[in-house]
């Protein structure tokens, strides 16, 4: 992954979270939005902040740290091991992370963009988990993700949301976009910050 990341700026890596562990996560999240404890997720930061439909479908619910259930207890120990090893290899001084669940119904997708809010430098590695067991193609729902720095045209990457899957790149660089989902997708999505 850290090869990946080097050399391209983004990775892929099948089986990051063992299957159990995913499951896991999974039910975490399907009870939760059962529950409604997600909300609509919307676009912008602060006073900016605004829900969008033409732009993107998803539902999301945030991790509060002194919340955290053992399921994402092991997740953000896993997520720590990969903070110190991305600040060893590129020295990004990354300190916290900020990250959520997310729900895509069907139909739902998210169009082109960058993680980075604009006139910020906060969000500086984003990490994605698939939490979707069975997920087959046609199912919709991948992640496109333009493969040069900056260019949302040009080569991309097609990535299914199976289940276990990590994707992670630089969060500032890449443009990507959710495609739609022909049925209900789920994952944790997060981003490294600096401060």
Not at 54 to 74: A, F, N
Not at 104 to 131: E, K
Request: charged share 25%.
């Amino acid at each position: 992954m850290l090869d990946a990341m080097a050399n391209d700026g983004w990775s892929v890596t099948p089986d990051f979270v063992s299957l159990a562990d995913s499951l896991r996560l999974q039910v975490e999240c399907q009870v939760s939005f059962e529950r409604g404890e997600f909300h609509r997720a919307g676009v912008g930061k602060g006073e900016s902040f605004s829900v969008r439909d033409e732009l993107r479908r998803d539902h999301v619910m945030w991790m509060v740290d002194s919340g955290s259930s053992p399921e994402q207890k092991l997740w953000m120990k896993k997520l720590e091991m990969l903070r110190v090893a991305l600040n060893q290899q590129f020295f990004l001084g990354l300190f916290a992370y900020d990250g959520h669940f997310a729900i895509y119904p069907q139909g739902g997708f998210y169009q082109a963009h960058l993680d980075r809010h604009a006139g910020t430098n906060d969000r500086i590695v984003t990490v994605i988990l698939y939490l979707n067991d069975d997920w087959q193609s046609g199912d919709g729902g991948e992640l496109k993700l333009w493969t040069t720095v900056g260019e949302k045209t040009g080569a991309f990457q097609l990535i299914e949301p199976r289940m276990g899957t990590m994707v992670c790149f630089f969060a500032g660089d890449y443009w990507h976009e959710v495609l739609p989902a022909n049925k209900p997708r789920m994952s944790i999505t997060g981003w490294f910050r600096q401060s």
